[in-house]
């Protein structure tokens, strides 16, 4: 049986989204048969796709340097994948514009619905409770409506993980998150753990649904 092909795809500003997509892809590769590439996107060398932040922004809010080790995509690569985990930061409830731009920038299979039928996951950061830990994930769906994907949100399937009251946990019936705070809090293990089966629970949907 060919191997099913996961792309994680995200955007993080200062590093919170990365630690989580990473956490997804070790997921995604912890389910036999599938495989998960990791994978970024540097909007500046985007032709079509402006950095919505000038550099000397990201370096007055510290921003970390992207990850040399992950490779950047451009949006006609989705194609080759047969599934997706998307992630990126929240901007006033709603994705981050540089997502949302890098969206914009996949026009051209949109109009052949070449990402039609295949599964799609989202992961994110927000800053603080009020800050769309699930209206964030709510409106993203849109993205993958209209390119005809089919969401797989994660309902209640992580357990007594989606109960935990005794400590700060970002993410939802949606999918996995955490929260940022002023920059300085990471991903807690129980947020990790969140994402660690949500890349398993979503590679083990496109695995039926390519099989």
């Known amino acids: 049986m060919a191997t099913t092909k996961i792309y994680v795809v995200y955007y993080s500003l200062h590093g919170h989204v990365e630690t989580m997509a990473r956490e997804v892809q070790r997921g995604v590769n912890a389910v036999e048969g599938v495989e998960a590439t990791l994978w970024q996107f540097d909007l500046i060398r985007m032709e079509q796709v402006p950095e919505t932040l000038p550099s ?20 006609e690569q989705l194609v080759e994948a047969d599934g997706f985990l998307f992630g990126f930061p929240s901007r006033f409830g709603v994705m981050a514009a ?5 969206f914009d920038a996949t ?42 994907m089919i969401f797989v949100p994660l309902g209640y399937t992580f357990g007594s993980g989606m109960f935990e009251m005794s400590e700060v946990k970002g993410g939802s ?30 590679a083990q949907f496109a695995k039926k649904l390519k099989s």
């Open 56 to 75: 000397i922004i990201l370096q007055k809010v510290k921003a970390p340097p992207k990850a040399d080790d992950v490779p950047e995509i451009r949006p």
């Open 173 to 202: 019936s949606y999918g996995s998150g955490t929260f940022a705070a002023d920059g300085s809090r990471q991903p807690t293990e129980i947020e990790l753990q969140q994402a660690f089966y949500q890349g398993k629970y979503v």
């Open 98 to 102: 540089q997502f949302k731009a890098f």
């Open 107 to 148: 026009h051209e299979i949109w109009e052949k619905q070449a990402l039609a039928g295949k599964p799609a996951g989202i992961f994110w950061s927000t800053g603080f409770h009020g800050g769309g830990q699930e209206l964030t994930a709510l409106t993203a769906v849109t993205q993958l409506a209209h390119h005809g």
